[in-house]
């Protein structure tokens, strides 16, 4: 087994110290032989500074094309060629989108907007729904509607909102190469906004996007710094019309190293799957997933694209003997 | 006419538009097409092969076109 690994138990597991940007790139790099051991350790870890239990949320485009933001990896920018038009989810059906996701067992229900920031008519509309889903439906609601402002943030605090997710998306170092029309600077200050008003902050990224393995774990040490209660892992899925539409997917094994490094990095942090795991880890991977280091997932379908039936999310959780947090727990 | 859809809203019959990518259905090897749309709404209309207003939700989409009407999934 490599050093690292014997490093890793000794500081992560045993005192609960994630490991820094240079550990995390030897984790990023060991061997294939050492992969089972790895997720063996990322889990133990989990298990004993997070538990068995699983987050389970759902999330649903509020508002979906149109976005006047470049991410390259983004079907719903406006400036690419994607073929996902603009359309806003009425407020009933936003309501019927969180009673089912609620009758999953999920906690945790995401609104979110293709937009750079939130306007007046988007707020309305977060008020109304929000509002909307407090009466009907026993869930936790969170959001994601871009940069905020102060009073924005506020605002979401006032309705209820007790998460804000706001990706990171990759490190300071390769940004650049991913988005132009702003900066990470002026998401990492959304993200101190978020945080000084009490609400949870959610913030990952999306693995694939052609950074190197050094940048990897660059973002996974920047992650640690801004210590997220949630961080989302994606993997890229490809979408027609993007600029990386092209870009292969992430190589499974280098996903379930990712998975691990990260929790190396992050003992504590909800490490959630996010989008692209279907395509990157198939069944199997996702199963070892959970079993690597991830106690979060997004049940049912994404944003634009489709996920696993939540059932079978459910049933793997069953059979893995993880019981998904309860509502009273997140309270 | 529509063509009736499977469980994903997969137009079952032979349809003229390819409903992921919306060139011609009958031209071109639309298998990787057919492969992605297991994790993916459809985007074009199978009919008319105009852009469908496709709302995702947790457990299914609505795609509507604007001629042709709903589909579901």
Known sequence: MSAILDRARAQVLADGVGLDEAGVLEVLRSPDDDLSALLQLAHEVRMRWCGPEVEVEGIVSLKTGGCPEDCHFCSQSGLFTSPVRSVWLDIPSLVEAAKQTAATGATEFCIVAAVRGPDARLMAQMRDGVAAIRAAVDIQVAASLGMLTKEQVDELVEMGVHRYNHNLETCRSYFPNVVTTHSWEERWSTLTMVRESGMEVCCGGILGLGESVEQRAEFAAQLAALDPHEVPLNFLNPRPGTPLGDRPVVEGKDALRAIAAFRLAMPRTILRYAGGREITLGDLGTREGLLGGINAVIVGNYLTTLGRPANADLELLTELKMPVKALSATL | ?73
């Open chain 2, 1 to 73: 006419m529509t063509a009736p859809e499977g469980r994903t809203g997969t137009p079952t019959g032979p349809v003229p538009w390819c409903d992921r990518c919306g060139e011609a259905a009958a031209q071109g090897d639309h298998r990787t097409c057919a492969a992605a749309r297991a994790l993916e709404p459809p985007r074009f209309c199978p009919d008319c092969r105009r852009r469908m207003k496709v709302q995702v939700v947790p457990t299914g989409w609505t795609a509507t076109c604007v001629e042709h009407g709903d589909r579901h999934g």
